[in-house]
């Protein structure tokens, strides 16, 4: 695109989107010929509180994702965990789901419990009347805190030794987490003092 001399090529381009392209388009903020380009047979794909069967589905998707990568053994959801994801709204449509499982999973490990209950992952749904502005911050700064907070009880039940905590929660090694600690701090430093146990060890 752009150039003066035509290139043969045999692909198909699939292309997602969550932003509104057409109204982009006629506003002048999204090329118009790129848009007709891509815009040849589209596909829309419902939020995900509108496609309840798939929630089930894509979070024990996401669980075996991580089993399979060696980060949990748990293989399961209890039925109360079940019942709280299908009544949730998802503002965060799937990257919401698949951000909460992976937390889920922490403190769930933490607890050394068997399954992922309701208790694992009510702390890190955002309330159903919290507005969504299709950013995701509200989101990801409720996920960060549940990081630190999974980290400073960690680093309290093993009495400060970060090399015992990091295998708590299944870090690949200490340098891992001391990296996702120093940027959740850096991108939200407001959430610094409610953790004085990481603010002592990593200031």
């Known amino acids: 695109m752009g150039g003066n001399k035509d290139i043969n090529i045999d692909i198909q381009v699939v292309t997602a989107t969550n932003r509104p392209l057409e109204k982009m388009k006629d506003d002048g903020r999204f090329r118009e010929d790129l848009y ?39 293989k399961s959801f209890a039925d109360n965990a079940v019942e709280l994801m299908l009544t949730y709204r998802w503002p965060g449509n799937v990257r919401q789901l698949q951000s909460v499982i992976s937390s889920a999973v922490l403190v769930c490990g933490l607890e050394g419990s068997p399954k992922i209950a309701k208790r694992h992952i009510e702390p ?23 990081e630190l ?8 039940r093993s009495g400060g030794k970060k090399m015992q905590a990091w295998k708590l929660l299944n870090y690949k090694n200490r340098f891992t987490m001391l990296r996702r600690v120093k940027r959740i701090m850096s991108e939200h430093p407001e959430l610094t003092e409610q953790f004085p146990e990481l603010k002592k060890s990593y200031s």
């Open 36 to 74: 007709y380009r891509l815009n040849v047979f589209p596909i829309h794909l419902p939020p995900l509180r509108e496609r309840r069967k798939d929630i089930t589905l894509l979070a024990k998707y996401f669980l075996n994702q991580l089993r399979k990568k060696g980060k949990t053994r748990i």
């Open 124 to 146: 890190l749904l955002l309330p159903q009347s919290t507005p969504h502005d299709g950013s995701s911050s509200n989101i990801f700064k409720t996920l960060a805190e549940t």
């Open 149 to 156: 907070r999974m980290v400073e009880n960690a680093l309290i």
